[in-house]
């Protein structure tokens, strides 16, 4: 994948964005390299892109077959679309019939709440908030609709037995669905019980589906530290692009010195202001000019933006694996190897509750079966594409420092970015120190 330069990252945020945004227009016009553009658009943003180029954004000179590319993603994604809206009517009216509370979270709603069109808003998974307790139930609702467990994870059935929520797969409709018991980003959030939420969430018609939603104030906070908080923006600018829409949708609703005041009794204060920032400085989002100053600027503000446009901007195509970035979070070599260890013998050989010899075995089996089926298969394909090798390795390591420098400047922030609400135990996803100091810039 090609590394985007400033005119082309100029040129894709002008195209993306919803209002004026300053740093879109921040150089000037200077020929781009389309092809590393579509490199960047991939799937997800190809209706996006199409629509603001019809809309005149890229200037007169679009190359056709750049046109006739877009044009064939967003025709493909618009059957997608049917199939996935098919399988959300499925699971809306079965659960509704099971009487198990839901909420539609993240692209499913938001392609009919915030996108003029919901084609411009593709997605990978249909998320679903229920209630902890009803978690078996919901699973038990589906079955009958065709929606079971993905094959492999009959390898791992503390996957399927997980309290924190299930996957679930139909052939039918090709489509795959996340039940969520808790929400990640949220860990510490005085409202993130899902009965909390669920009395503030409204109502709404996503596409004719009657559902329950997150109250726009609780939406714009999950977005924002699903991005920020989760995932230290690490994913591609749609999840950028869908705050920006939010805010707009409920331009005349903000209650920003409110919303200030809860962010920072939360302790989360700091990832709000950069999932918030950046939306506004490069997509023209409706957020306040003098929010920094309402929030309260952290020591390192200026660091920590920088290093969140950075991984904003990377590279997609070289991401280390999972278990590559958890040795390297590990710090010391001496951790490394203890790390490892716990990998290599606990994983397989502890189970979590106490079994015979036989059934020892075989739990040790499956998963290690499971390790061999599903996981060196990507760990290959990353060594092929380069991503666990030479400058691929060197460039994923770089990313883990720029994420674990981010962490540890928000904790440095104190009351702005550390959550003490029961259930924390601190700022989700915050990785150890990475051995090394951060990349010259």
């Given amino acids: 994948m090609k590394r985007l330069t400033e005119p082309e990252r100029a040129l894709l945020l002008r195209l993306l964005a919803i209002g004026p945004a300053a740093e879109a227009d921040a150089h000037p016009a200077r020929p781009v390299d389309w092809s590393a553009v579509l490199d960047a658009v991939a799937v997800a943003l190809g209706p996006l892109v199409a629509r603001g180029i ?50 539609v979270l993240k692209g499913a709603a938001l392609a009919h709440l915030v996108y003029p069109d919901p084609i411009l808003r593709p997605m990978r998974d249909l998320d679903l908030w229920v209630p902890s307790a009803r978690l078996d139930d919901a699973v038990a609702a589906l079955a009958p609709h065709g929606f079971r467990h993905p094959a492999d994870h009959a390898l791992r059935p503390e996957i399927i037995r997980s309290p924190e929520g299930r996957i679930l797969e139909t052939p039918e409709h090709r489509a795959r669905v996340e039940l969520h018991a808790r929400l990640e980003s949220l860990a ?44 230290a923006f690490d994913l591609p600018l749609l999840h950028l692009l869908d705050i920006a829409h939010v ?93 490892l260890r716990r990998r290599f013998f606990d994983h397989y050989w502890r189970p979590p509750e106490p079994r015979g010899a036989l059934a020892l075995v075989l739990g040790a089996g499956r998963r290690l079966w499971y390790d061999l089926r599903v996981k060196v298969p990507k760990y290959l394909v990353a060594w ?36 003490t609400s029961p259930g924390a135990t601190g700022p989700a996803g915050l990785s150890h120190a990475i051995a090394g100091p951060p990349p010259p810039r």
């Avoid at 006739?68 to 994604?77: E, G, K």
């Fill in 188 to 231: 510490g959030v005085a409202w993130a019980r899902f009965e909390t939420a669920w009395d503030a969430s409204e109502p709404a018609s996503l596409g004719g589906i009657a559902a329950r939603v997150l109250c726009p104030e609780h939406l714009l906070t999950h977005l924002c530290l699903h991005l920020s908080r989760a995932h």
């Fill in 247 to 339: 805010t707009r949708r409920w331009a005349e609703r903000w209650d920003w010195p409110c919303m200030v005041r809860d962010w920072r009794e939360q302790r989360v204060a700091a990832w709000m202001l950069l999932g918030l920032a950046l939306p506004r400085d490069l997509l023209g989002a409706h957020v306040p000019e003098d929010l920094e100053a309402r929030v309260g600027v952290p020591a390192d503000w200026s660091t920590m933006r920088a290093l969140a446009k950075a991984r904003l901007w990377a590279q997609r195509g070289q991401r280390l694996p999972g278990a590559a970035v958890e040795v390297l979070r590990q710090g010391s070599g001496a951790n490394r190897l203890r790390w």
């Fill in 54 to 103: 019809a809309q005149g954004r890229a200037g007169p000179e679009v190359p056709p077959e750049v046109t006739r590319r877009l044009q064939a993603t967003t025709a493909m994604l618009a059957a997608t679309h049917a199939r996935r809206q098919a399988a959300l009517r499925t699971v809306c009216h079965a659960l509704a019939d099971a009487t198990i509370p839901t909420i």
């Fill in 384 to 419: 092929q594409r380069g991503a666990l090798r030479g400058p691929g390795l060197e460039h994923g390591i770089a990313l883990e420092r720029d994420r674990a420098e981010l962490e540890r400047l928000v904790v440095a922030a104190g009351d702005l970015g550390y959550p």
